[in-house]
């Protein structure tokens, strides 16, 4: 059997937590499985060392941050060699290069455009465990690019794609994925397994247990994943694309994301193409647009309401009152005091009451819903922020605490 495992920057932070993370290769090794390690910078490393490149120059070329940005995995994966070869084992660490890994030149947030496997397979072929540089990968320049930040589960998963790994583990510091988060709400419960679809969701919601893009890889490549503790020996959650769960369950989890804001446009003209214009506005001002909705008012004019990411509520902002008078509205009002929470399921697909006991349990809780959005497979609402621990509690007890 051939495992892909791949262990975070707080599994491998120190010493000790690299010889924690060399039982539990040696012991998958041991089992006499083919083992391919992929491992991520030390603890806060990554950040450290953007400090001091800040130190030097406050805008460094793209190229000489992932040429620095880079190192930071590859002490972890020798650190990781030294101590195997310390238990005896045969380990060799690669970077992305030489593990094959070829991205495209976008530096900074590159993508992973093929593997060549030749020489991971040779190490393979030698009983080697091989451990390989994160978030790394050279482009056609042959030059150093890093993946975007968390970029060593995408690595992870292109590996297993590219060597048909008969598993991939991510290995991180909670226990797998919650039905809400732990550390909020106590009766929280670790999912056995979790739809590639679902995991998207609530990932993009905050809930940061894997890089969005590997997820969506691992669903193009059909590379079923677990995620689990490095600390606890304990099952974690298998994301993969259908779940027996589906089924019984109508609902996956419930996630809350703090860092939104909304704008509204008011007195639009309510007239073809303008919905058009303020969209496009945005999006080449580079902002992500979530929900958006469109309130009909009175006399001709509609406002059209919709929610950004907080960091780029500024920009947004500016963007559209720069164009006002082309795009054709009063003003714009802005609200940063709101939270969105969201309610994930692939069974709501098949089940019509979720949605009335989400809003049941928001009226109980007397929280007033400014917005609501729904696909199949989610419903979010945007309500004000100070009510959205009450809200994921109270939603939380009525869909999985009550029988
Ligand atoms: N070390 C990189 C980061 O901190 C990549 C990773 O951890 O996956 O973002
Ligand atoms: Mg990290």
């Known amino acids: 059997m051939l495992i892909v495992q791949k262990f975070g920057g707080s599994s491998v932070a120190n010493a000790e937590r690299i010889r924690n993370v ?85 530096h900074g947030l590159a993508r992973i455009r093929r593997v060549d496997p030749e020489r991971l397979r040779r190490e393979l072929d030698k009983k080697q465990i091989v451990l390989v540089a994160g978030f790394q990968g050279v482009n056609k320049f042959d030059d150093y690019t890093t993946l975007g930040r968390g970029g060593s589960d995408t690595t992870a998963v292109a590996l297993a794609a590219a060597l048909h790994a008969d598993r991939c583990q991510i290995f991180t510091d909670v226990e797998g994925v919650y039905t809400a988060d732990p550390r909020k709400v106590p009766g929280a419960r670790k999912l ?140 714009i009002s802005m609200d940063e005091n709101i939270a969105k929470v969201s309610v994930v399921g692939a069974g709501m697909m098949s089940s019509s009451n979720i949605a009335a006991e989400v809003f049941e349990a928001f009226s109980d809780e007397h929280i007033n819903i400014q917005m609501i959005t729904t696909s199949e497979i989610k419903i979010s609402c945007v309500i004000d922020a100070a009510s959205a621990d009450r809200a994921v509690k109270a939603i939380h007890r009525r869909l999985f605490e009550t029988a």
């Open 22 to 106: 060399a039982g539990i290769i040696a012991e998958n090794y041991s089992f006499g499985h083919d083992m391919v390690v992929v491992l991520s910078a030390q603890g806060d490393t990554t950040d450290e060392l953007l400090d001091k490149a800040a130190e030097l120059n406050a805008a460094p070329s793209q190229r000489e941050l992932d040429m620095l940005l880079a190192t930071g995995e590859q002490q972890s994966i020798a650190l990781m060699a030294m101590c195997l070869e310390a238990m005896g084992l045969p380990a060799v660490s690669l970077t992305g290069w030489q593990a094959g890994i070829r991205t495209n030149a976008d």
């Open 192 to 331: 056995e397994e979790i739809t590639y679809d679902e995991m998207l969701e609530l990932a993009s919601m905050g809930a940061q247990v894997l890089m969005n893009r590997s997820v969506q890889m691992a669903k193009r490549y059909g590379v079923e994943l677990e995620v689990l503790s490095s600390l606890v020996r304990a099952p974690g959650t298998k994301v993969k694309e259908v779940t027996r769960t589906m089924e019984e369950m109508k609902i996956t989890g419930i996630a809350k994301d703090e860092n939104v804001a909304r704008l509204t446009a008011a007195d639009v003209a309510d007239k073809p193409g303008v919905a058009f214009r303020l969209l496009h506005t945005l999006s080449k001002a580079g902002v992500n647009v979530d929900m958006i909705i469109q309130a009909n008012g009175k006399d001709g004019a509609n406002d059209i309401s919709f929610v950004v990411a907080q960091d780029h509520a500024g920009k947004a902002y500016d963007a559209l009152m720069a164009r006002r008078d082309a795009i054709g509205f009063d003003h």
